[in-house]
């Protein structure tokens, strides 16, 4: 550098101000929607309270484990956070213990009663049906009584066809009836066998392998539904000295109390007067239905924690139990206060802050765990570190509904996941979910399915349609297929980059799926707009424009977890292969064959052959579907989709089927036109003397109006004047049709 020179600073630059919404979810903590910022940097813990492993998972479960699914996948693959999802599995509780000793004691009653006479086995039955009389008889909740009137029934019946049977005295009748009697009591003895013999039962492998049936049957479930596998999964089971330690502390910090039986209970007085604690922090209006409240607050205990005595022992109406005494009959651990087994809502407080810490950003379940679960879970964490702050965002999923109305056993439409599968693939299950916030009540029914269902078509049409342009105009490698942007394209880029801001914005609003799924619907639209205004025009769409939407819209459903990694562009043809590799090897063939088929076309009809004709479109309609292969003709050039087979013929299927019932309905009207024509050319004087109007009377007068019924009493007045106008009503009728016929000759 010359002497005397001086080095030159670097130019100023001035920070661009951010811009564009951030991320927002539903809080249950506020109740509003609240600026997300984890913890630690990217890093985002999120605790999923599991189910209770003691009966078929139900549509409820899939509103809750799929929605929190959908969530969990937006966090990480589309807004780039490192989340660590952890579940638990609730595998001790009052509904397991009592399943699982009525399920081992009816398993053993029906192995010894084999042999035992039908008089005997009918006995039984009636002392059960005594108990279960009572159980109903004390129920409140109309669900639960209507369900158990309807197992009354069905019981009731199935005795009066033994009865019928013992005095057939047929053995064949007697054992089928029986064997009925048996069936349809089963609820029936299952409770009555619990009570009788329910204390007896000691080996925790009894508990376990109900537990784990149904453990093993969600997560086949959740595989099923595309949901993805937890980081960390952890069970009540494993946790149990932890428990322990955990409600130690709590004593020690003076929030809990023993009872003489052996029992911890939170003391909820205690808690609330420490000014830094506030109990019920998500549903503070919980104490102002004092009734509902204790209601809520049993529940919450469970069927065998809420005893005369027990409750007698509690010093307040709303302390919850931390560690339950156990009796005979139920599983126990050994714990400072004597054999037990811990309380519902300490299992997730614990297992939470032992994989997650004592921070936690986003805790989540389904609305009904809101009050107690989820604030009793608050309150012992806090209570155990004696710090008010522990989640920062609670995330509740929406309620379901069953055509508008809860799902229950006694409504008969309680629908487990695997009954929805029957009728619905995963796909479609998932897209009926995006079609709803999360947050939100969802109604599954025949209706919101429909819409689930349009989607999938819709969308699925235009990835097939793209990828035959595709095919016919562009390759990666050859510059042919890049075309000039006119101002038509223009405008569908402007209008695609504006869609896409509204889908980044209702990703941000809390994650709001409907709008999103709404914008890719419009992406469709204006792809399909774009594409018949070409055609009309005979200009060639620009297929790399069309691949962009079609990309983006695969990409958001990927995120969602509607299409997998491995596609491209659109649905893959079916769960079992790879469908990318199947097009490619294909395709070439099918271009082929359509180009074959094509040429025959336009020699038939050039020479009128309407044979071959019909066999073209055979191979179209019939042969070629049975391969998963839709040909589509289009003006000048047929469209070529190869599609999953199963679902194609169902879908012509439906087709045939809408078309059949058009037929009918055409059918259907032609004979009712036929009927009226064949009424109008009956003269006004025959009107009343034909078919069965002829034998509702006696007697007529010169212009064939009745004047006396079939018993020979005179027509009163007000029927007289019904007759006269039925008869200038046919008057007319029967001149109009005269004029028409009479026209037509």
């Given at each position: 550098?010359?002497?005397?020179?001086?080095?030159?600073a670097?130019?100023?630059?001035?920070?661009p101000?951010p811009?564009?919404?951030?991320?927002?979810?539903?809080?249950?903590?506020?109740?509003?929607k609240?600026?997300?910022?984890?913890?630690?940097g990217?890093k985002?813990?999120?605790?999923?309270?599991?189910p209770?492993?003691?009966d078929?998972?139900?549509?409820?479960?899939?509103?809750?484990?799929?929605?929190?699914?959908?969530?969990?996948?937006v966090?990480?693959?589309?807004?780039?956070?490192d989340v660590?999802?952890?579940m638990?599995?609730?595998?001790i509780?009052?509904?397991?213990?009592?399943?699982g000793r009525?399920?081992?004691?009816?398993?053993?009653?029906?192995?010894?009663v084999?042999?035992?006479?039908?008089a005997?086995v009918a006995?039984?039955?009636?002392?059960?049906?005594?108990l279960?009389?009572?159980?109903?008889?004390?129920?409140?909740d109309?669900?639960?009584r209507g369900m158990?009137?309807?197992i009354?029934?069905?019981?009731?019946k199935?005795?009066k066809q033994?009865?019928?049977?013992?005095?057939?005295?047929n053995?064949?009748?007697i054992?089928?009836?029986?064997?009925q009697?048996?069936?349809d009591?089963?609820?029936?003895?299952?409770g009555?066998?619990?009570k009788?013999k329910?204390?007896?039962?000691?080996?925790?492998a009894?508990?376990d392998?109900?537990?784990?049936e149904f453990e093993?049957?969600?997560?086949?479930?959740?595989t099923?539904?595309n949901?993805l596998?937890?980081?960390?999964?952890?069970?009540?089971?494993?946790?149990?000295p932890?428990?322990?330690?955990?409600?130690?502390?709590i004593i020690?910090?003076?929030?809990?109390?023993?009872t003489?039986?052996?029992?911890?209970?939170?003391?909820?007085?205690?808690?609330?007067?420490?000014?830094?604690?506030?109990?019920?922090k998500?549903?503070?209006?919980?104490?102002?239905?004092k009734d509902?409240?204790?209601?809520?607050?049993r529940?919450g205990e469970?069927e065998?924690?809420?005893?005369?005595?027990q409750l007698?022992?509690?010093?307040g109406?709303?302390?919850f139990?931390?560690?339950?005494?156990?009796?005979k009959?139920?599983?126990?651990w050994?714990?400072?206060?004597g054999?037990?087994?811990p309380?519902?809502?300490?299992?997730?407080s614990?297992?939470?802050n032992?994989?997650c810490?004592?921070k936690?950003?986003i805790?989540?379940?389904?609305?009904?765990?809101r009050?107690?679960?989820?604030?009793?879970?608050?309150?012992?964490?806090?209570?155990?570190y004696?710090?008010?702050?522990w989640?920062?965002?609670?995330?509740h999923?929406?309620?379901?509904?069953?055509q508008g109305?809860?799902?229950s056993k006694?409504?008969k439409?309680?629908i487990?996941?695997?009954q929805?599968?029957?009728?619905?693939s995963?796909?479609q299950?998932?897209?009926?979910?995006l079609l709803h916030?999360?947050?939100?009540?969802?109604?599954?029914?025949?209706e919101?399915?429909?819409?689930?269902?349009?989607?999938?078509?819709v969308?699925?049409e235009?990835?097939l349609?793209?990828?035959?342009?595709?095919r016919k105009?562009?390759?990666?490698?050859?510059?042919?297929?890049?075309?000039?942007?006119?101002?038509?394209e223009?405008?569908?880029?402007e209008?695609f980059?504006?869609?896409?801001?509204?889908?980044?914005?209702?990703?941000c609003d809390?994650?709001?799926?409907?709008t999103?799924?709404?914008r890719?619907?419009k992406i469709?639209e204006?792809?399909?707009a774009?594409?018949?205004?070409?055609?009309?025009?005979?200009?060639p769409?620009?297929?790399?424009?069309?691949?962009?939407?079609?990309?983006?819209?695969?990409?958001i459903?990927?995120?969602?977890?509607?299409?997998?990694?491995?596609?491209?562009i659109?649905?893959?043809l079916?769960?079992?292969e790879?469908?990318?590799?199947?097009?490619?090897?294909?395709m070439?063939y099918?271009?082929?064959?359509s180009?074959?088929?094509?040429?025959?076309r336009?020699?038939?009809k050039?020479?009128g052959?309407h044979?071959?004709?019909k066999?073209?479109?055979?191979?179209?309609d019939?042969?070629?579907?049975?391969l998963?292969v839709?040909?589509?003709?289009?003006?000048?050039?047929?469209?070529?989709?190869?599609?999953?087979r199963?679902a194609?013929?169902?879908?012509?299927?439906?087709?045939k089927?809408?078309e059949?019932?058009?037929q009918?309905?055409?059918?259907?009207?032609?004979l009712?036109?036929?009927a009226?024509?064949?009424?109008?050319?009956i003269?006004?004087?025959?009107?009343f003397?034909?078919?069965?109007?002829?034998?509702?009377?006696?007697k007529w007068?010169e212009?064939?109006?009745?004047?006396h019924?079939?018993?020979?009493?005179?027509?009163?007045?007000?029927?007289?004047?019904?007759?006269?106008?039925?008869?200038?009503?046919?008057?007319?009728d029967?001149?109009?049709?005269?004029?028409?016929?009479?026209g037509?000759?």
């Open positions: 550098m010359a002497e005397g020179a001086q080095r030159r670097q130019a100023p630059w001035t920070a101000t811009t564009g919404p951030q991320l927002m979810l539903l809080n249950s903590m506020t109740r509003t609240t600026v997300f910022v984890p913890n630690e990217r985002v813990t999120m605790y999923i309270c599991g209770t492993v003691y078929h998972s139900h549509m409820g479960h899939a509103r809750t484990y799929l929605g929190l699914d959908i969530i969990r996948r966090l990480s693959d589309y807004f780039g956070y660590q999802h952890v638990n599995i609730t595998d509780d009052d509904k397991i213990i009592q399943r009525q399920r081992h004691l009816l398993k053993e009653y029906l192995a010894t084999q042999n035992a006479s039908a005997d006995s039984d039955v009636i002392k059960a049906l005594e279960f009389n009572v159980r109903f008889e004390k129920e409140t109309n669900d639960k158990l009137e309807g009354i029934l069905k019981v009731n199935s005795s033994l009865e019928e049977a013992l005095k057939s005295k053995e064949n009748a054992a089928d009836a029986q064997k009697l048996l069936a009591s089963s609820d029936v003895l299952m009555w066998l619990d009788e329910g204390e007896t039962i000691e080996d925790h009894v508990f392998s109900l537990s784990r093993t049957e969600y997560f086949k479930d959740m099923r539904l949901v596998p937890t980081d960390v999964l952890t069970r009540v089971s494993e946790y149990v932890e428990i322990i330690s955990y409600i130690e502390r020690k910090n003076g929030y809990a109390y023993a003489k039986d052996g029992s911890v209970y939170f003391d909820t007085t205690a808690f609330t007067s420490n000014p830094k604690h506030f109990y019920a998500l549903v503070p209006e919980a104490f102002a239905d509902n409240l204790l209601k809520n607050m529940e469970g065998l924690s809420i005893s005369a005595d007698q022992m509690k010093k109406e709303t302390d139990a931390l560690w339950k005494a156990s009796k009959g139920e599983p126990w050994v714990s400072p206060w054999k037990g087994r309380g519902w809502h300490i299992e997730c614990v297992m939470s032992a994989i810490g004592n936690l950003d805790h989540a379940g389904g609305f009904d765990l009050f107690p679960h989820h604030d009793n879970e608050i309150a012992q964490v806090e209570a155990h004696d710090d008010p702050h989640v920062n965002y609670f995330i999923c929406g309620a379901l509904r069953i109305l809860k799902m006694s409504l439409n309680f487990t996941i695997r929805a599968l029957e009728d619905y995963p796909r299950l998932r897209i009926l979910f916030v999360w947050s939100d009540l969802l109604d599954y029914s025949k919101t399915m429909n819409l689930a269902l349009h989607f999938e078509t969308t699925n235009f990835f349609l793209v990828k035959d342009l595709l105009s562009w390759k990666p490698d050859d510059s042919e297929g890049f075309q000039k942007f006119e101002e038509r223009k405008k569908l880029s209008e980059s504006e869609l896409r801001a509204n889908v980044h914005e209702a990703l809390s994650i709001d799926t409907r999103v799924m709404e890719l619907r469709v204006i792809g399909n774009y594409i018949v205004e070409k055609q009309k025009l005979e200009q769409p620009n297929a790399l424009l069309l691949r962009q939407l079609a990309l983006y819209i695969t990409k459903l990927r995120v969602f977890g509607v299409i997998p990694t491995s596609s491209e659109g649905y893959p079916s769960t079992d790879d469908s990318t590799s199947k097009e490619e090897t294909v070439p099918l271009n082929v064959l180009e074959f088929r094509e040429e025959v336009k020699i038939a050039a020479n052959v044979d071959i004709l066999l073209s479109d055979k191979l179209r019939e042969i070629l579907p049975n998963g839709r040909l589509e003709d289009r003006g000048k050039e047929t469209v070529i989709k190869l599609v999953d199963e194609l013929l169902k879908e012509l299927e439906r087709e089927e809408v059949r019932k058009k009918d309905e055409k059918r259907e009207k032609e009712k036109k036929a009226k024509d064949a009424l109008k050319a003269p006004p004087e025959e009107f003397k034909q078919g069965e109007e002829a034998k509702k009377y006696l007068d212009k064939g109006i009745p004047t019924t079939a018993d020979g009493e005179e027509v009163s007045k007000s029927l007289r004047k019904k007759l006269e106008k039925a008869w200038e009503t046919q008057r007319k029967h001149e109009d049709h005269s004029s028409k016929t009479n037509k000759a």
